[in-house]
């Protein structure tokens, strides 16, 4: 049984609804923190989630099978997982496969819930690295809504991070770093390198009503404990008790506009194929850096032959992944990698900055990953795939709860050859175009891998590591979908304003990571939920006449 088995406590509405003030596409991280924000606010917002509710007593964490599980019907690329409430993203030519969920929450159900926020230079690229473009907001700007997310979120961490300016305090202590992490921690302060304790979107104590991390490894396959604080979680119980509405197995298949390029309905389709339409007096398209490009090409008219709100040319252009590469050391005695959460307890912003002697532009972020299963240890997932044979055994027990990594991040800057397409052959379930992702990790990027990759191994041979093992491009990496219907101030260069309202459609809103003007070299969600936040008060303050 799949991730969108449904089993959900929340009753999805009957009838469907047909007329509200704001309708919002995709109910993850964005589409929910908007719904809370609108609702909050008076507004009559319904949203449409194309998948349905991961009930918690399905979640296979706990199953014997939870490693092979994985690998299937909760595999985060839909093209693995396959399921009907999926739809196909080819990206045959692509080295990095795109990584999602379609549900209730979004891929914040099977994140690694890393939350950092941007660093203020990520935000003037071309005015300080000559790389890039600048965007339209600034750090400053968006600092009130970082904050507001980190509340409504619940992060743990630890105050006083010197990669940024002054933060506030987190809302729940740090998650240990365990063994793997106090031999690497140890080994920067021995090199010189900076490292701050991660923060994360995390219970490390019981807060806001819900459980703390009991430490138990499988994050990506969501909580069983409710520890992780996935979008389900923390911002839709509050927008359902303030009058949001929340359709489920609703996939929307065009928006339609009126003759004076107003957006006025989301056209949908139910689990039975049947067709409905939904009246709004604006729409926020919150369904990532794929499916809002393909939405907006699924909705193409007589006048807008290439998409909608396509003038710029620039919907599904300059599509930014985050290439990864990682480092994995093996060490002699066991630093337990298995236990613990997945991915950022530590994290590096030592290199995060231009150096210009470095021969790239930007820099990287390092960050400690913890192991696998045995399961997915033994097929590969860390050092190469172990022979079947006699030697089987005992190089599993040379390599399983022995390892720990470094990922590396880097800056992903936007090129117009990087895109999001219709596919002219292949469809999803209901017989709509599907999705292709063309990319290529551009020269910049590979530079900068490289550089991480040779300080990483730094880094884990100062550990103790006894054996390396590279892996310059991580495939299943691609939960950054960014930058393919930009903001920005002109209208000839850009598919949005600086408040992620569409320029040719000025009741139609842009609210996730397709607004990325560029990627930074950190994970892109709480940046993502801080414009959805911003673009929320922004309709507030703009549109009250449309209030029920």
């Known amino acids: ?18 007329q509200c003030d704001i309708a919002i596409v995709g109910a993850g991280a964005s589409g929910a923190a ?12 319904v949203c449409l989630e194309q998948g349905d509710h991961a009930a918690r007593d399905r979640i296979p964490t706990g199953d014997d099978d939870w490693e092979w599980t994985r690998l299937g019907a909760w595999h985060p690329n839909p093209n693995v997982r396959s399921l009907a409430t999926d739809y196909p993203v080819l990206a045959d030519t692509s080295p990095i496969q795109p990584l999602m969920f379609n549900g209730v929450g979004g891929s914040t159900v099977m994140w690694s819930c890393h939350l950092p926020r941007f660093h203020p230079s990520d935000f003037r690229m071309a005015s300080l690295d000559g790389v890039g473009d600048d965007w339209p907001v600034s750090y400053d700007e968006l600092a009130p809504y970082y904050g507001l997310n980190e509340r409504m979120t619940g992060v743990a961490g630890l105050a ?16 240990p770093l365990g063994p793997g992490g106090e031999r690497v921690a140890a080994a920067f302060d021995r090199l010189g390198w900076s490292w701050w304790p991660a923060d994360l979107a995390l219970n490390t104590a019981p ?22 604080s996935s979008a389900d979680l923390t911002y839709w119980p ?3 008790r303030q009058g949001a509405r929340l359709q489920t197995e609703a996939r929307v298949t065009a928006i339609e506009v009126d003759d004076q390029d107003r957006a006025k309905a989301v056209i949908w389709r139910d689990g039975s194929g049947a067709t409905h339409r939904l009246v709004a007096s604006s729409v926020m398209l919150a369904a990532n850096g794929v499916g809002t490009p393909r939405l907006l090409f699924l909705s193409a008219t007589g006048r807008w032959p290439d998409g909608l709100a396509n003038r710029s040319g620039l919907v599904g252009r300059r599509l930014m992944l985050h290439p990864l590469a990682r480092i994995v050391g093996r060490f002699d005695e066991p630093v337990f990698g298995h236990r613990g959460i997945a991915a950022g307890v530590l994290v590096s912003h030592h290199f995060y900055e231009t150096d210009t002697a470095r021969g790239f532009a930007r820099g990287a972020k390092l960050q400690l990953l913890r192991s696998h299963g045995p399961l997915m240890v033994a097929l590969g997932s860390t050092l190469p795939r172990f022979d079947w044979g006699d030697g089987h055994h005992g190089r599993f027990e040379e390599v ?31 017989g709509l175009p599907a999705a292709r992702m063309i990319y290529r990790v551009g020269e910049n990027s590979r530079r900068a891998l490289d550089f991480g990759m040779a300080r990483a191994r730094e880094a884990l041979t100062e550990a103790g590591a006894v054996e390396l093992y590279d892996q310059p491009v991580i495939a299943d990496a691609g939960f ?14 850009s598919v949005t304003d600086r408040w992620g309202q569409c320029h040719d459609v000025e009741n139609l809103w842009v609210i996730d990571g397709s607004l990325f003007v560029t ?7 709480h940046t993502l939920q801080a414009l959805a936040l911003r673009a929320a008060d922004r309709l507030i303050a703009t549109r009250r006449d449309i209030a029920a």
């Open 519 to 525: 990627a930074a070299a950190v994970n892109p969600t």
């Open 160 to 175: 006083g991070d010197p990669a940024y300016p002054s933060l506030p305090g987190r809302q729940t202590p740090p998650a």
């Open 238 to 240: 509050k927008a359902l």
């Open 207 to 228: 807060h806001d009503g819900r459980g703390a991390c009991t430490h138990c490894g499988p994050c990506e396959l969501g909580c069983p404990q409710r520890a992780k």
């Open 400 to 430: 399983f709860d022995h390892t720990a990594s470094l990922s590396i991040c880097v800056d992903d800057l936007p090129e117009m050859d990087n895109r999001v397409v219709l596919d002219d052959r292949q469809t999803d379930s209901s």
């Open 34 to 45: 908007a719904a809370w924000r609108l609702s909050q606010a008076g507004f009559d917002v």
């Open 480 to 493: 950054h979908l960014m930058g393919t219907a930009r903001m920005g101030d002109d209208p000839e260069t």
């Open 1 to 18: 049984m799949g991730p969108n088995a449904g089993g959900g406590t929340i009753a999805t509405p009957e009838p469907p609804p047909t």
